[in-house]
């Protein structure tokens, strides 16, 4: 890889250790290698980042914005459903395009890097918002954001490991869309308006969806309400809505 000589030096670092994880994962990335590869002397790493630690944060944090900016870009459409399928399907190619930056994220997390994350969790937690305010979700937004971030999480993992292993059949099966739909069931009304798989009986699952829904919209009236009141609200709608959660 040549880089651009004009560059600032710690772009030059980033820009090499991004390179070097990308082709040789994370037991490439040395003072060595990098400080060769940007044409900088090693000592002008931990003057710039610290420590390789913080090089690797740097690394993860400048990845996952760029992943973020790119589903930013994609806009939203006037279906939230649709738009939670297209943003589970961005996360698992991302995964799949990017190997040993997503498994310095998620597979060997280490103190510092949850940063980069945050605001991939923000995203999601802005789509099922828009859900919920539709009056589609059958559980609390933050809830059901860790359970499909775990679960979204949890399946480009397993595919990442199938293509390490040369799998093609286990990259190419159906298990993300399999998982994603069966998200969309438990979690979600697509507006059909009968009764939902797992959710016991009907009138159960349009509570849940309706305090959903208002939980979501509370910041718009919580000047309204002391903190205490908040949170003693809070803590009923996610009573209510923890039927299929809990």
Known sequence: MNLDPSLRPRDRILNAAAALLAEHGREGVSTRSVSALAGVQPQTIYRQYGDMRGLLIAVAQSG????????????????????????????VDFALR???LYALMYGDPRPGLESATSDIEAALGGVLRRVALAGALRAGVARA???VLAANVGVALTLLAAQSRGDRVGIDSEV??????????????????GPIVG??????????????ALGASLSAVEDRFSNGELALLGELLNRIGGDISG
Not at 66 to 88: N, T
Not at 176 to 193: A, F, K
């Open 176 to 193: 993300s869309v399999d998982t994603r739909e069966m998200l969309v069931g438990w979690l979600m009304n697509e507006g059909d308006g």
């Open 145 to 147: 954001t860790q359970q």
């Open 64 to 91: 996952f914005a760029a992943y973020i900016e790119a589903k930013a870009g994609q806009g939203s459409s006037e279906d939230p459903v649709a738009d939670f399928r297209h943003g589970w399907d961005m996360h």
């Open 199 to 212: 959710s016991g009986d009907s009138g159960s699952a349009t509570a849940a969806a309706s305090a959903a």
């Open 98 to 100: 990017n190997p040993a």
